[in-house]
């Protein structure tokens, strides 16, 4: 078990339901990406929810409940507070019975750190193997929610699936955990308003992939480089975080330092070309706030120097301090072109000058 802590707040992070805070308030699904959709799904746990949720209940529950915790110690209390808890699978299903590693929105350090922002105490991560994958929707229930983790409260998105061959949908979990007296919310699944909005063929439809808000669509407009719309689904700018290393230092000999940065192995990566960025330096210093800058980024194998790996590289402007070992944070604001190969430097050169210039203008209307 982990205890991830940033400015006084932490996320626990448990590889299994052994060793967690219990009871919980429990959302459920996959949450790569911590999307707008995903939020609507954890809302409902979250600590403020539920103090809503108990107060209208009614005044005699809360006397009721107020006299209890009065008769407790400090340690019994914290007992019996329910911990916002959200419950995904690692690996992702998809890679588990594809057998291929499956890049993701946010690796687990993203996703934790997304959390922790919504006010989340706790992420359970139920190692998703054979074992798993073979329990009915009723043993799923009984056994993972009720016994294990203690579930006092379950919301999900309405198209959750779960169990043996996905067999048992949102509804059967609210009958199942109706059994137990576990109240479960059903979270409508959220669209992409303004896409509706502004195509006029769409207005009148009903809900399609092309509208709904997921982590496929996500996904496919990085690859697009359809920034502005990965974006607006996220609820927040896509960011790449990694850590400054050596690199080949050729940006240098044309005037435009780069800093390369190591993503995680895991961490999915948008369509290959240049961006227009905001970043934010962190120190080494943990108690130093970050730096903001603005600059332009490159995905791609630098085909003008016969490059051969993927790399990413950010050149910040009006910048000359060392970056060495320092995480940045690189939030994606707009795609400005593919990658290409240059019939020389002076001309590569003269091109990021353009990019450097357009990137400008674009963040400074940003």
């Given at each position: 078990m982990?205890?991830?802590?940033?400015?006084?707040?932490s996320?626990?992070?448990?590889s299994?339901?052994e060793?967690?805070?219990?009871?919980?308030?429990?959302?459920?699904?996959?949450?790569?990406?911590?999307?707008?959709?995903?939020?609507?799904?954890?809302?409902p746990?979250?600590?403020l929810?539920?103090?809503?949720?108990?107060r209208?209940?009614?005044?005699?529950?809360a006397?009721?409940s107020?006299?209890?915790?009065?008769?407790?110690?400090?340690l019994?209390?914290q007992?019996?507070?329910?911990?916002?808890?959200?419950?995904?699978f690692?690996?992702?299903?998809?890679?588990?019975?594809?057998?291929?590693?499956?890049?993701?929105l946010?690796p687990?350090?993203?996703?934790?750190e997304?959390?922790?922002s919504?006010?989340?105490?706790?992420l359970?991560?139920?190692?998703?193997?054979?074992?798993?994958?073979?329990?009915s929707?009723?043993?799923?229930v009984?056994?993972?929610?009720?016994?294990?983790l203690?579930?006092?409260q379950?919301?999900?998105?309405?198209?959750?699936?779960?169990?043996?061959?996905?067999?048992?949908?949102?509804?059967?979990l609210?009958?199942?955990a109706?059994?137990?007296?576990?109240?479960v919310?059903?979270?409508?699944?959220?669209?992409?308003?303004?896409?509706?909005?502004?195509?006029?063929?769409?207005?009148?439809?009903t809900l399609?992939?092309?509208n709904?808000?997921?982590t496929?669509?996500?996904?496919?407009?990085?690859?697009t480089?359809?920034?502005e719309?990965?974006?607006?689904l996220?609820?927040r700018p896509?960011?790449?975080?990694?850590?400054?290393?050596?690199?080949?230092?050729?940006?240098?000999t044309?005037?435009?330092?780069t800093a390369?940065?190591?993503?995680?192995?895991?961490?999915f990566?948008?369509r290959?070309?240049?961006y227009a960025?905001?970043?934010?330096?962190?120190?080494?210093?943990?108690?130093?706030?970050p730096?903001?800058n603005?600059?332009?980024?490159n995905?791609?194998?630098?085909p003008?120097?016969n490059?051969?790996?993927?790399?990413v590289?950010v050149h910040?402007?009006?910048?000359?301090?060392?970056?060495?070992?320092?995480?940045l944070?690189?939030?994606l604001v707009?795609?400005l072109r593919?990658e290409?190969?240059f019939?020389?430097l002076?001309?590569l050169?003269?091109?990021?000058?353009?990019?450097?210039?357009?990137?400008r203008?674009?963040?400074a209307?940003?």
């Amino acid at each position: 078990m982990l205890n991830l802590s940033q400015n006084g707040c932490s996320v626990w992070v448990a590889s299994s339901t052994e060793g967690i805070l219990t009871p919980t308030a429990v959302a459920l699904g996959k949450f790569d990406g911590v999307h707008i959709g995903h939020k609507r799904v954890i809302q409902p746990i979250l600590p403020l929810a539920q103090d809503q949720e108990r107060r209208e209940d009614g005044d005699n529950l809360a006397e009721k409940s107020s006299r209890q915790t009065a008769n407790l110690t400090p340690l019994e209390s914290q007992k019996e507070r329910i911990h916002s808890t959200v419950v995904t699978f690692d690996p992702h299903p998809q890679e588990f019975f594809t057998g291929q590693p499956r890049a993701l929105l946010t690796p687990l350090d993203e996703k934790v750190e997304q959390l922790r922002s919504l006010g989340v105490e706790q992420l359970v991560l139920l190692p998703f193997d054979k074992d798993l994958s073979a329990l009915s929707p009723q043993d799923f229930v009984a056994k993972i929610l009720v016994q294990q983790l203690q579930c006092q409260q379950i919301s999900v998105g309405e198209d959750f699936c779960f169990g043996k061959k996905r067999m048992g949908t949102a509804q059967d979990l609210q009958t199942l955990a109706a059994k137990f007296n576990i109240p479960v919310t059903i979270v409508p699944i959220q669209t992409d308003i303004h896409d509706l909005s502004t195509n006029n063929s769409d207005i009148n439809t009903t809900l399609t992939e092309d509208n709904r808000i997921s982590t496929s669509l996500i996904r496919q407009s990085l690859e697009t480089g359809d920034i502005e719309k990965a974006n607006r689904l996220l609820g927040r700018p896509y960011t790449l975080t990694g850590v400054v290393i050596p690199g080949q230092k050729l940006g240098r000999t044309i005037g435009f330092p780069t800093a390369n940065l190591q993503l995680p192995k895991d961490k999915f990566l948008p369509r290959q070309g240049v961006y227009a960025v905001q970043v934010l330096i962190h120190s080494q210093n943990p108690d130093a706030s970050p730096t903001q800058n603005l600059g332009v980024m490159n995905i791609g194998n630098r085909p003008t120097v016969n490059g051969t790996n993927s790399s990413v590289e950010v050149h910040l402007f009006d910048w000359s301090d060392d970056l060495y070992s320092q995480k940045l944070v690189v939030q994606l604001v707009k795609f400005l072109r593919p990658e290409q190969k240059f019939p020389s430097l002076e001309a590569l050169k003269t091109q990021i000058q353009l990019d450097c210039t357009i990137a400008r203008e674009i963040l400074a209307s940003h």
